[in-house]
């Protein structure tokens, strides 16, 4: 078989290309292993550094030994298994001294070819073209066979990269497992005298707490714990440099675990509270939370706080501050009334406008009044708070009175911010704070009593028609006695009415009753122009402030407006009054007891008035024979002791005895049978009037 004989440029170019893979390959081996070997020293150092500070927590020096010892290691691999190689030269004639090394049978031939081609070809430096390419035609036959690859040094190449590989996972593991020690691990190994500290078993997460405080003002400390929980936390406060105060704060569990990083899954969050009292520092308070293992802000650290005078209140105008004045709702006709200097406490009635003055030794930043009501009204309002929510109206006068009772009353600032006035109306009793704030955020705040007397409903007795004095089973055609007596001895009656409804009979009192219906009984402008009798169109009614109204009249119960009554109804009449008062729209009016009236037939009326004549017939009968016995006994004895002419002394002492408790009883007894019957007969004879029923022959025996 004939054999192809590839021509000389032809296989300089393959040698060139051949040459240059070489040095790639080479390049890569040096590359690899240099950085295999870098990176495990450095991987190697930091886990090392790691694991035995997170066992032991190193101190700074020697992670500071390690840092140092770690770079050097890695300097050193660096300059060994990188800087050397890669200085080292690697064009085609070194590469070609090296093969030739490792293939003795070349003889300097590689070498030398690659000279030759170097040069031009009609160049006669090194002898005659053809010499040259007769020798670079000899040389390339003989590195045909030649395998460069084993001019490349692999040693140490499969162990480096193992190592790095093995150590990088191992650090990569850490880092998505624990990224907290992880990171912590290696800010502590690069910065080893930076302050990091390796994560706690319980995290602490204060506050931020104010830069400043006033003396009167409390201070607190609040935070947040995670992770395993104490049952307290302690807090250390210094003040002013002289004073420790240690407060130990339980700490209130939240409901669900919280997770701790770093530690897998942690025991729970909680959270935790403590007050300083004020006054107990004058310039400034320091202080730091421990927990477990963990302090906030750190072992050598403490949280500072400054403390500083608040603002107070200065005279105003030369008067002592604050200046209050209260004007009482007109409808009272009370007078303004301004309070002594320096006095806050109020004690007025409800609907008074109150005005607050005041000045401060310093300019201000804001002043407002905040309401502390008495617990009673609080209490109502949040019982009120979920039946309002159903109804937006509900919820929205809800809100109006809240504001109004407990809401915060901004104070408008004077130019200078120096003085401010606020005005409000207290709405319930209990205290008010005046507070007032400086540029800096100091706080001072005054407490004042507030007691607001509330103006009840007028007091409202019906005292006719009444089951005791009158029988309240009548006709439909019949005239009641209505006397009622209404009271207001505050601010005066404005008005009296009586309220009537109907219900029939034979329904339970639970059932639906008809309308209500208004009779009016005094309306105090119709009673002021009825004063001036014939003049009454000529000049304004008076203005009449009664407050006590008598109310004397006759009902007639056929002549009452918006109802027909029928036998069998069940008539409930019920006296209502009111006042003034235009500030509580919410109070009811004054309201007496209830009265129910029986509408009967004349047949059914006749029945009790013969019943009743009975009972008052049959007491009369028994009164009598009463009376009769005692007249009996008196006349035995009278005709005994005109027989005898004597009695013996103990007889004599019976009698008396006898005679006297007889007397005793007769007296006590038949006095208050009189009055009864007395009473009895009188309600029949006025049933009979407001019946409009004549008088029988034994009615009038009856009244006398």
């Known amino acids: 078989m004939a054999q192809t004989v590839a021509s000389p440029g032809s296989e300089s170019a393959l ?33 090392a550094c790691g694991l035995l500070d997170w066992r032991w927590h190193l101190p700074s020096s020697v992670r500071a030994v390690f840092l140092v010892g770690t770079l050097a290691a890695a300097g050193c691999l660096a300059y060994r298994y990188l800087f050397l190689p890669l200085s080292a030269r690697l064009d085609d004639l070194a590469l070609a001294l090296r093969i030739e090394e490792h293939y003795d049978q070349l003889n300097d031939a590689l070498a030398s070819t690659v000279e030759f081609l170097r040069e031009p070809p009609d160049s006669e430096q090194f002898g005659s073209p053809s010499l040259r390419r007769e020798a670079v035609r000899r040389a390339l036959r003989r590195a045909q066979d030649c395998d460069f690859g084993r001019v490349i040094d692999r040693r140490g190449l499969h162990l480096a990269g193992a190592l790095a590989l093995l150590l990088g996972s191992g650090a990569v593991t850490l880092a998505v497992l624990h990224p907290t020690l992880a990171r912590t691990a290696l800010l502590r190994l690069v910065h080893p005298f930076g302050g990091f500290e390796w994560p706690k078993q319980t995290l602490l997460e204060i506050d931020p707490p104010r830069e400043r405080i006033g003396r009167n003002e409390p201070f607190e400390v609040r935070g947040r714990i995670r ?26 569990r939240a409901p669900a675990p919280f997770p701790h990083e770093g530690e897998g899954k942690g025991e729970g969050a909680g959270t935790f509270a403590t007050v300083l009292k004020p006054g107990q520092a004058r310039r400034e308070i320091r202080f730091r939370v421990q927990a477990n293992d963990a302090v906030s802000p750190g072992p050598d650290r403490w949280y500072r706080v400054v403390v500083l005078p608040p603002p107070s209140l200065a005279p105003l105008d030369g008067r002592a501050s604050p200046q209050v004045r209260l004007r009482p709702p007109a409808y009272t006709d009370l007078p303004v009334q301004d309070l002594p200097d320096g006095i806050g406490d109020i004690e007025t009635v409800a609907g008074t406008h109150v005005t607050l003055r005041a000045a401060a030794d310093r300019p201000l930043a804001r002043a407002w009044i905040e309401y502390e009501p008495e617990p009673p009204f609080v209490g109502l309002a949040a019982f009120l708070a979920p039946l309002a929510s159903r109804h937006a109206a509900g919820t929205a006068a809800l809100a109006a009175a809240g504001r109004e009772v407990w809401g915060e009353v901004r104070a408008e600032l004077s130019a200078d911010r120096q003085t401010f006035a606020a005005a409000f109306v207290p709405r319930a009793s209990g205290r008010y704070l005046l507070n007032f704030e400086d540029d800096s955020g100091l706080r001072n705040s005054r407490l004042f009593e507030l007691r607001v007397l509330a103006d009840p409903p007028p007091l409202v007795n019906l005292d006719r028609p009444s089951d005791k004095r009158d029988i309240l089973s009548v006709l439909p055609t019949a005239e009641l006695p209505l ?43 119709v009673a002021g122009a009825e004063a001036w009798g014939p003049f009454a169109r000529l000049v304004p009614p008076l203005r009449l402030r009664e407050k006590r109204v008598e109310i004397d009249r006759r009902l007639s119960l056929a002549k009452l407006p918006g109802i027909r009554l029928r036998e069998g109804d069940l008539l409930i009449l019920q006296v209502c009054a009111d006042d003034f008062d235009d500030v509580d729209f919410t109070k009811p009016p004054g309201r007496s007891h209830e009265v129910e009236v029986r509408i009967i037939s004349r047949d059914t009326l006749d029945l009790i008035l013969t019943q009743q004549q009975a009972e008052v017939q049959k007491e009369l009968l028994r009164l009598r024979e009463q009376e009769r016995e005692a007249i009996k006994k008196v006349a035995e004895v009278q005709a005994r002791l005109r027989k005898l002419g004597r009695l013996d002394d103990e007889d004599l002492g019976q009698l008396q005895q006898t005679e006297q408790l007889q007397e005793q009883i007769r007296e006590r007894i038949g006095s208050r049978r009189q009055e009864g019957l007395r009473r009895e007969v ?18 009038e025996r009856m009244e006398q």
């Open 15 to 47: 040698l060139r290309r051949r040459l240059a893979a070489l040095r790639h390959r080479l390049l890569l081996v040096i590359v690899v292993r240099g950085l295999g070997w870098l990176l495990t020293a450095l991987l190697a150092g930091a886990l």
């Open 682 to 699: 009188a309600r029949i004879l006025e049933t009979l009037q407001n019946n409009q029923l004549p008088r029988s022959a034994v009615h």
């Open 483 to 525: 006397q009622a007596l209404v009271e207001d001895p505050q601010f005066a009656v404005r008005s009296a009415w009586l309220e009537y409804r109907t219900r029939p009979g034979d329904q339970p009192p639970a059932a639906s009753l008809d309308p209500v219906h208004r009779l009016p009984l005094y309306d105090h402008q």
């Open 227 to 252: 992770g395993v929980i104490p049952e307290q936390v302690t807090v250390l406060f210094k003040l002013d440099d002289s004073q420790t105060i240690e407060h130990a704060c339980a700490v209130q």
